[in-house]
Structures are given as C-alpha cells and as structure tokens.
C-alpha cells in the first residue's frame, strides 16, 4: 500500500505517481486499486461518474466503492 497525502485531487499527480513511478520506474505489475471513491473528499469534489473516470485516467485498474454502488 502507498500512501500519499495531499495529492488524492490532483489527477495529473496521481498519473505520474501510478504510471511513471509505481508502473515504470518501480517495475509493478500489479493490479491498481482505488481507495473507497464514497468517501467525503472525493464525493465533496467530484460526481460518482466523474470520479470513476479520473481514477481510470490516472491509471487505476478497479474502482473501490463507488459512491452510488446500491
């Protein structure tokens, strides 16, 4: 697990982090899972569905909990 503060609304960031550090530079092959997309931070910022396809943009393989899952 990484955890990185301060830059879960920074889409351009979260590309870097996910594609060029944790995928190029690291060597992950790994699957790429979102943390809960229903909580506050991103449902304060962002719709279910455009939170969704952020976190595909960025790079992220399975979306964790999206807000409207029921």
């Known amino acids: 697990m990484i955890s ?3 830059i879960s609304q920074l889409s351009h960031l979260r590309l870097r982090v996910i594609t060029d550090i ?4 690291m ?3 790994g699957v790429v ?8 931070a991103i449902t304060q910022s962002y719709g279910s569905a ?3 396809i952020k ?3 960025s790079g992220a ?3 964790l ?6």
């Open 4 to 6: 990185l503060p301060g």
């Open 33 to 40: 899972i979102t943390d809960a997309l229903n909580m506050g």
């Open 27 to 29: 060597g992950y092959e």
């Open 65 to 70: 909990i999206p807000e409207d899952f029921y």
């Open 22 to 25: 944790l995928r190029t530079q």
């Open 61 to 63: 393989d399975l979306l």
């Open 55 to 57: 976190a595909l943009e």
């Open 50 to 52: 455009e939170a969704s």
